[in-house]
């Protein structure tokens, strides 16, 4: 029973960081290309988003090690509470620099909010970690419609275009602050955490933690790289808004949809599979992306891309707990988390960049050699497992 309600809890604040993230990278792009003296910084405030949470990825796991991860997430919501009040008031007197560091601090509540999914693992049975995995990331659905849906409601609801907007994510954060302080996940006994466990070195060159690395890191950076730019190409084919969201809104539910069926899938066709099938999603993105500029293209796009993502994400984090002990899930977690955030940091940061110079087209191409990388380490890990079953 404790176990279900603490699934159903992450699912809720899951949900909640969700809402927050999309209505930051549906505002923040638009937001920036108005306030920026330099357009090629549009999407700034996105990427600082994402510094954010890459500057405080390993801090947020040790942190929850030594305390809990009840704690950790407070912590984590309070972040986003005063990361949002700040991204308001830059909004009021129009400052891009201060929207910037208001979106930095709101990235520390990502990075807390990112090992939800963790958490869920270390609560759950082991014969259902993959599932609880899932169940909680599909909690995002609820943040898929609920962002885009209030971000039009409340655009214009004041004087100052997204005011309103900030506020709302605010009141979001003080929810996800309660539901937090109702979990109750055991901490790490004292023994536990005073073993050093192994070097992170042999943790990480381990093949199984390589490509589930690899897997996340393709999935959050090639999805970060074209959902931030999406906003900017539907502006500069006159596209509005309301598109811009409803776009948005379902590439976040196919994005978690799917996270109610993916832990069966990977437990009855192997986790090399479903991450392969992944890949080959991306690469149907991209390949949609390239074929029109209509709303039917961004939407099928940003479609496929979403549930390219779950694949991906979630083939990679039930590979990931595979490959640590308890004492040394903080650095292998944290080590994890690092590398995709600064994957996101690079992508969010050459996306404006890109798109705004080079066009929608480059955009989508660049993103290919990451995911055939990807789709070749996943290759290389089956093909070793096998060996390792035959030999």
């Given at each position: 029973m404790i176990v279900k309600r603490?699934?159903?809890l992450l699912a809720a604040c899951q949900a909640l960081l969700l809402t927050?993230?999309?209505?930051?990278?549906a505002m923040n792009g638009l937001i920036g290309l108005t306030l920026a003296a330099d357009k090629r910084l549009a999407t700034l405030p996105v990427t600082t988003y994402v510094i954010g949470a890459a500057l405080s990825s390993l801090p947020a796991s040790f942190f929850m090690k030594h305390h809990g991860r009840r704690a950790g997430f407070m912590l984590g919501?309070?972040?986003?509470?005063?990361?949002?009040?700040?991204?308001?008031?830059?909004?009021?007197?129009?400052?891009?620099?201060?929207?910037?560091?208001?979106?930095?601090?709101?990235?520390?509540?990502?990075?807390?909010?990112?090992q939800y999914r963790f958490a869920a693992a270390d609560a759950a049975p082991p014969d259902w970690k993959s599932k609880a995995i899932s169940l909680?990331?599909?909690?995002?659905?609820?943040?898929?419609?609920?962002?885009?849906?209030?971000?039009?409601?409340t655009r214009d609801l004041l004087s100052t275009p997204f005011l309103a907007s900030y506020g709302m994510l605010a009141l979001f954060a003080v929810?996800?602050?309660?539901?937090?302080?109702?979990?109750?996940i055991p901490a790490l006994p004292a023994a536990v955490q005073k073993m050093p466990g192994r070097p992170l070195r042999e943790i990480a060159t381990q093949p199984a933690f390589i490509v589930a690395v690899l897997a996340a890191a393709c999935g959050f950076?090639?999805?970060?790289?074209?959902?931030?730019?999406?906003?900017?190409?539907?502006?500069?084919?006159n596209l509005p808004f309301s598109d811009t969201a409803f776009v948005l809104e379902w590439h976040v539910i196919a994005m978690f949809v799917p996270s109610f069926f993916t832990g069966g899938l990977i437990k009855r066709w192997g986790v090399i599979n479903i991450t392969l099938a992944g890949s080959v999603l991306m690469c149907a993105c991209v390949g949609v992306a390239l074929s029109g500029v209509s709303l039917p293209h961004f939407w099928w796009a940003l479609l496929l891309l979403g549930i390219g993502w779950n694949f991906l994400y979630i083939g990679g984090t039930t590979l990931l707990i595979e490959t640590y002990r308890p004492e040394e899930k903080a650095k292998a977690q944290g080590t994890n988390e690092f590398i995709v955030f600064t994957m996101q940091v690079l992508s969010s940061l050459s996306s404006g960049v890109i798109v705004t110079h080079q066009g929608w087209n480059i955009l989508n191409l660049a993103a290919l050699p990451l995911v055939l990388l990807t789709t070749l380490a996943t290759l290389w890990l089956g093909w070793r497992w096998r060996n390792q079953l035959t030999s």
């Open positions: 603490n699934i159903g927050n993230s999309i209505s930051l990278v919501s309070t972040f986003g509470l005063i990361g949002t009040l700040v991204c308001a008031l830059a909004v009021s007197i129009g400052s891009f620099w201060l929207l910037c560091l208001g979106t930095l601090i709101a990235g520390v509540y990502n990075a807390f909010g990112q909680t990331l599909a909690g995002g659905i609820l943040g898929g419609v609920l962002g885009p849906e209030s971000g039009k409601l929810i996800s602050l309660f539901l937090s302080s109702r979990l109750d950076g090639v999805m970060n790289l074209l959902m931030t730019a999406t906003p900017l190409a539907m502006d500069v084919c």
